[in-house]
């Protein structure tokens, strides 16, 4: 038998060396913890077989300000590749929270900044799974510069190629701003957690006593904060979610979304939404049933679910293309936008765009929430950019106003002279400056005022502007709406639309970029 050559010991060895991380023990603890290792966690994002590591015989520097005593690990704590998820090449990286808790270090933050410039230069999508404590304290400045590198490619990179954050355990400092620049963060239920500062800073400085899961854990950035899109039940599902949502983003800004063979009539007359709409008009229903009927079955996975409920975002898929789904939920708060509705519908609305994802806007809002402390809190800004988001996105735009389009509320959510391509109501649109009641208080005051009994009087004008102009009808006849459909005939329409809309081309004036405001 030839004896193996030495050399070729040697690789099996590092690389064995390298696989171990910060050690069994550390592998053990993390597996007590109900976590897999950074490894475990790429072998199950990825299609079986087809990640390929890089530099992982990388080791942090041994010089100063380095303690003499820190141990060196193979890879410094962060595994980096790529391979194929559903069969498409995506670059990832997994911090391993065996080597010094996942603190990013300078030669770890070499290994992301790489894996991030090849995947913008290949334009493949990139995935951060992050389960880390923030800047490596031994490393100084150099952790604090390397954290710098990411944070810029993250944002030159933002709209080039879709990047998705995991977190999969803390995610402390510094390691929050990476993920609350990229397009979508996906967190763990009672695993994951992400703050600035910790509950030891906290209490030392406001006093404030709180721990990690009530700081930050995915129950507080899904309704709480809308920091987190997604929150999964445990690691295995957050990899699924993370392999689903990227099935409806393209590989890049120049690429359309993948388009998946339909399983659904797109000729499909679902009678009972001519139903949905109450004949009393101040009763609610539920946007998300409508959106569930119109679109591809099963397809809509809904964004940051829990957060700003009167705002509905997401995707779903519309006879197998991927488009974005906005919409109010007139049975949360009557479906009012308010600052946080706002938010989520302007980021939304700017990430469909970056990526060639049609819109498709479902609008049932009696208008912006009123009350000092929205006004004082900054709806005007805020509002603002929902419109600057609608103006200024160039993707196929699509709106169906299904009940409610009062005021602002109607100008804001995709109208047709703010540029959106076809424009579609149901017989049950109300689209008005304001509400009947407000209407008839402002224009008949001294009608009412004159009458002997004053509420017999303001309650007959008001039935009168209703049925003057609650309807889709005026505005119609004034052009500001395309087409006046049944409810049933919603998904062949906007079928059509969209197909008709596939090549749409548009161009804006000259400028560096606009200044939104925020
Ligand atoms: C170096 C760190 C580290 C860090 C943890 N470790 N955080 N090493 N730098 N920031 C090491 C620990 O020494 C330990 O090493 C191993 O990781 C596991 O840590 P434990 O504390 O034993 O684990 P656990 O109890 O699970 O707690 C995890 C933790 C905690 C919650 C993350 O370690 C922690 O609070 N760390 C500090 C978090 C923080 O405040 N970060 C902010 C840094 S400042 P051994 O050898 O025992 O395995 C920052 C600013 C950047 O990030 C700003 C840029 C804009």
Redesign the pocket.
Known sequence: MTQEDPRILKLREMRAKARQG?GEN?IAKQHE?GKLTARERLDQLFDPGTFQEMEAFITRRNDPPLNEST?TFLGDGVITGYGQVNGRTVFAYAQD?????????EMQSHKICRIMDLAAQNGSPIIGMID????????GVR??GG??RI?KRNSLYSGVVPQISLIL??C????A?SPALTDLIIMVEKQSYMF???P??IKSVTGEMVD?ENLGGAAVHLTTSGTAHLVARDEGDALTLCRNALSYLPNNNVENPPVIAPADDPLRMDKDLNQIIPQDTSMPYNMHEIIQRVVDRSSLLELQSAFAQNAIIGFARMNGSTVGIVAQEPSVIAGVIDIDAADKICRFVRLCDCFNIPLVTFVDSPGFLPGVNQEHRGIIRHGAKVLYAYANATVPKVSIVTRKAYGGAYVVMSSKYLGTDMTYAWPSAEIAVMGPEGAANILYRKQIEDAEDKEAERKKLTEQFRAQFLNPYAAAQAGYIDEVIEPCETRAKLIAALSALREKQVSTPNRKHGNIPV
């Open positions: 910060g550390r913890k141990e929270f065996t080597v010094m808790g996942g603190a990013l270090g880390s404590g923030g800047a490596r304290i031994q490393e952790s604090l954290y710098a944070f355990g803390p402390a400092g510094g390691a701003y600035l500062t910790g030891e800073v990690f």
